[in-house]
């Protein structure tokens, strides 16, 4: 009998089966993958190696204040082993045709940037700062409710409802309306893709969250994303706990109606594993699918709700020469035809072309990295070209569709800009630079991924249905976007 069995181990089982162990609990661990680590991964092809699932971090800082909260959390799970490289500073760049801005930390710079360049909307910008402050503080006592007793809750709900209720009702697309300029619109609404969502559907609270835990600046992962997986999983075996790969929960099994074990497939064979406990990180409709059809209606009734996230389609590049001296950085890259393409580009994923894509290159953000250069090139796709691949499973499959229009069309983005004049680290992005497709490198080594399958929820929807006024319901929640829910013993 465990403690706990959890289903995947992306970082979501895994933090929360180091945070179990480290609690003295006895942990199973099933991952379907021979590999661990879920979403954040690193794999090899030839001489280079490519990184999935983290493109940027809040929250890494090395002080004591809300800016390394995140840090501090890891170093307590994992022992201290992990380390945290910053990005480039401005570390999120959008280009718009010809037009670029660079969006840099902390925010009063990136607030100072936004008013040099867009002077006559002075009253507008510092309006949009005010709301975001507003929004996030309502977001932190949201989240601060859901620890409180019933009571403290009650009244924390009373104090602050209303503004958490605004901020969740307002869209980005409603704030973004005040704006004159398309290009400072665009810019704004330029990261979408890191929530998932289009403007017109994403929360302002959501967007002034994600967005905002950036004013404390950005890191990756020394050595990659597989570095949270190899950290994490030493504390849960160190404790008696295990992992086990290539374990695909069938059922999560109830006993009097209660939480009783897990039957997985392991090797072409059944086995079931009893716990007090059963913590399911493989997305909430894959959870409810494994628990027997009339256990919690009320759940799957709200759950059944839930639309499916957007899918995206990853081109890897591996690069000969030096990407760096041709004007890579560890920024990110958000590339727009146009102004107007932040909101086309949630429009027609099925369309061969894509009008925006994200460009990374996780080689220059990891100081560890061992191999030649690389990119990362997503852009939105449409989920349904891959039903019929059983659940993304098959490999082969996967790849000749992944290889198809969009992902071929998406690989000249990866043609590396010209060179920034001066340091690239901590540089200011000068006016003239854009995305030109001058490169003298050219990709060698190339791979496709599509990433599907987490639950978002239908914004409007939600607020429809949402039992307390002024406050977001949690299990809900987390089963959007992120892929998560769970079911526990009473
Ligand atoms: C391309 C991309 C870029 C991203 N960039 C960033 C970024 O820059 N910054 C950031 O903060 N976030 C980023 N994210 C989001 C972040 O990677 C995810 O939110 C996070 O990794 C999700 O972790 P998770 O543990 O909830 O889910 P997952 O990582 O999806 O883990 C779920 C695990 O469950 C396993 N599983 C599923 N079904 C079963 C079963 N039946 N039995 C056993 N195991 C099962 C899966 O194999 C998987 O390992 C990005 C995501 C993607 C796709």
């Known amino acids: 009998m465990w403690d706990v069995i959890i289903i995947g181990s992306g970082i979501s089982g895994l933090t929360a089966a180091a945070a179990l162990?480290?609690?003295?609990?006895?942990?199973?661990?099933?991952?379907?993958?021979?590999?661990?680590?879920?979403?954040?991964?690193?794999?090899?092809?030839?001489?280079?190696?490519?990184?999935?699932?983290?493109?940027?971090?809040?929250?890494?800082?090395?002080?004591?204040?809300?800016?390394?909260?995140?840090?501090?959390?890891?170093?307590?799970?994992g022992g201290d082993v992990l380390?945290?490289?910053?990005?480039?500073?401005p570390y999120d760049l959008v280009h718009i045709g010809e037009f670029a801005f660079g969006i840099a930390h902390p925010k009063a710079r990136f607030q100072t940037d936004l008013l040099a360049r867009f002077p006559d909307e002075r009253a507008e910008i510092d309006h949009w700062f005010e709301q975001a402050d507003a929004a996030v503080e309502a977001a932190s006592m949201l989240l601060v409710e859901r620890g409180l007793p019933g009571w403290l809750a009650a009244a924390v709900r009373f104090w602050k409802g209303k503004d958490i209720e605004h901020f969740a009702r307002a869209t980005v697309a409603e704030a973004l309306a005040a704006f004159r300029d398309p290009c400072l619109r665009a810019i704004l609404g330029a990261r979408g893709g890191d929530y998932g969502a289009a403007a017109a559907d994403a929360p302002l609270l959501e967007h002034a969250m994600v967005t905002g835990a950036y004013h404390a600046g950005a890191f990756y992962p020394v050595g990659g994303p597989a570095a949270l997986a190899k950290a994490l999983v030493p504390v849960l075996q160190e404790a008696g706990g295990k992992l086990l790969l290539r374990a695909d929960a069938q059922s999560?099994?109830?006993?009097?109606?209660?939480?009783?074990?897990?039957?997985?497939?392991?090797?072409?064979?059944?086995?079931?594993?009893?716990?007090?406990?059963?913590?399911?990180?493989?997305?909430?409709?894959?959870?409810?699918?494994?628990?027997?059809?009339?256990?919690?209606?009320?759940?799957?009734?709200?759950?059944?709700?839930?639309?499916?996230?957007?899918?995206?389609?990853?081109?890897?590049?591996?690069?000969?020469?030096?990407?760096?001296?041709?004007?890579?950085?560890?920024?990110?890259?958000?590339?727009?035809?146009?102004?107007?393409?932040?909101?086309?580009?949630?429009?027609?994923?099925?369309d061969a072309d894509a009008p925006g894509l994200f460009v990374s290159f996780p080689s220059l953000k990891d100081p560890a990295h061992v191999g030649g250069d690389t990119a990362e090139v997503l852009a939105l796709c449409s989920a349904d070209a891959f039903g019929a691949l059983?659940?993304?499973?098959?490999?082969?499959?996967?790849?000749?569709?992944?290889?198809?229009?969009?992902?071929?069309?998406?690989?000249?983005?990866?043609?590396?800009?010209?060179?920034?004049?001066?340091?690239?680290?901590?540089?200011?992005?000068?006016?003239?630079?854009?995305?030109?497709?001058?490169?003298?490198?050219?990709?060698?080594?190339?791979?496709?991924?599509?990433?599907?399958?987490?639950?978002?929820?239908?914004?409007?929807?939600?607020?429809?249905?949402?039992?307390?006024?002024?406050?977001?319901?949690?299990?809900?929640?987390?089963?959007?976007?992120?892929?998560?829910?769970?079911a526990k013993r009473n």
Request: aromatic share 8%; hydrophobic share 35%; proline share 8%.
């Open 21 to 77: 162990s480290r609690a003295g609990q006895k942990v199973l661990l099933l991952e379907q993958h021979w590999v661990a680590g879920g979403l954040t991964q690193t794999f090899k092809r030839g001489e280079w190696q490519f990184a999935t699932g983290v493109h940027y971090l809040s929250g890494m800082d090395e002080g004591n204040g809300p800016g390394g909260q995140f840090r501090r959390l890891l170093d307590w799970l």
């Open 83 to 89: 380390r945290f490289s910053p990005l480039a500073n």
């Open 252 to 350: 999560i099994d109830l006993a009097d109606g209660r939480i009783a074990g897990v039957t997985y497939a392991r090797g072409g064979k059944l086995y079931s594993e009893q716990a007090r406990h059963v913590i399911s990180t493989m997305g909430l409709l894959n959870t409810l699918d494994r628990l027997p059809p009339d256990a919690a209606p009320a759940w799957r009734k709200a759950a059944l709700d839930l639309k499916p996230g957007p899918a995206y389609v990853a081109l890897y590049l591996g690069f000969e020469g030096d990407i760096a001296a041709a004007g890579a950085s560890s920024a990110n890259i958000w590339l727009y035809e146009t102004t107007d393409a932040i909101d086309r580009f949630w429009d027609h994923p099925d």
């Open 390 to 486: 059983d659940g993304g499973r098959s490999g082969r499959a996967q790849r000749r569709l992944c290889g198809g229009e969009r992902a071929n069309r998406a690989a000249p983005a990866c043609a590396i800009p010209p060179p920034l004049a001066g340091p690239r680290r901590d540089d200011p992005l000068p006016r003239s630079f854009h995305p030109a497709f001058t490169t003298p490198l050219r990709p060698h080594a190339t791979g496709v991924d599509v990433w599907t399958g987490s639950e978002r929820c239908a914004a409007r929807k939600w607020r429809t249905q949402n039992p307390h006024p002024g406050t977001r319901p949690a299990t809900r929640r987390t089963g959007c976007n992120r892929g998560g829910g769970a």
